[in-house]
């Protein structure tokens, strides 16, 4: 499990002369392909401490994951408001299927320069996996145009809102009508909402429900997604009248099954980049 975990969390290192996040922005242009890894803390460990934990993840984070060329964004997330406690996810973008097999391979060649030393990577990796469960699960998404990346990196946690809608498939489909209602709608009222720091769009590739589309908001704080939702509705007024926006949902609904889940999950700012 350690190893699939760590795989996901590799970082792009920076080597160029203009700002680190103004590069990892232009990485993101170019991801096709998250993984998600989701992974459960060891509920039953009485002997550890949460800056013990990210003492041992920087390290790794130092040695193995700012140095993987082939991961191009990661970011690890905790549990805020979900169905279990217990869960985190790592989160990584990768350019290609190419580079996943690359940035393993990557992984394995760094974790042996960053402990040479057998005896002591032995004792690294049991404290570091001593922190989670056996079981983890993994989801494979398509990265899809039209989101907004965050202009600018928290040094505080930020709270992501996520909401997994369940497509449709009518009949009466209209070739690219779906993409274009969801995509003005954010140019019109998601981006131009100021509570929204970041927006990020995902298609199922691997995963339990072929149907699900993920959309992810990262905002400041929890208030700020009632503020979210209260700005929308605002944007909503000033762009369509009433009778627009009927007609706007008669042609949108159409697209959805009508179930959707929410999700919060809280950031740890020393393993993103």
Known sequence: MKQMNKMT????LCAYLFSPFLYAQEAEKKAT????????WNMDKTDGSNDAWLALEKEYFDKVTSKNEYILRANFL????TTDNSEAIWVSLYENWDAIEKANDRTNELIMAGWPD????????????????????DEIYAVLDGGKAIAERSSEPLIYYVRV?????????KDGEMIALLDEYNQNVTF??????GYYLYRHMWGA?????????????LCDIQSYFDKNTELEDAKWTAD??????EKDDKYWTGIHGDYIWRNVPALVK
């Open 9 to 12: 969390l590799g970082l792009l």
């Open 33 to 40: 392909i998250m993984i998600v890894t989701t992974v459960h």
């Open 78 to 81: 905790t549990h805020f408001f």
């Open 118 to 137: 057998e005896a002591a990577r032995a004792k690294f990796m049991a404290e570091q996996g001593s922190y989670y469960s056996s079981m983890h699960s």
């Open 165 to 173: 809608s369940q497509m449709a498939y009518p009949e009466d489909a």
């Open 192 to 197: 131009k909402n100021e509570y929204v720091l």
């Open 209 to 221: 429900d072929s149907r699900n589309l993920t959309e992810v908001y990262a905002v400041k704080s």
């Open 244 to 249: 627009e926006q009927k007609a706007r949902a």
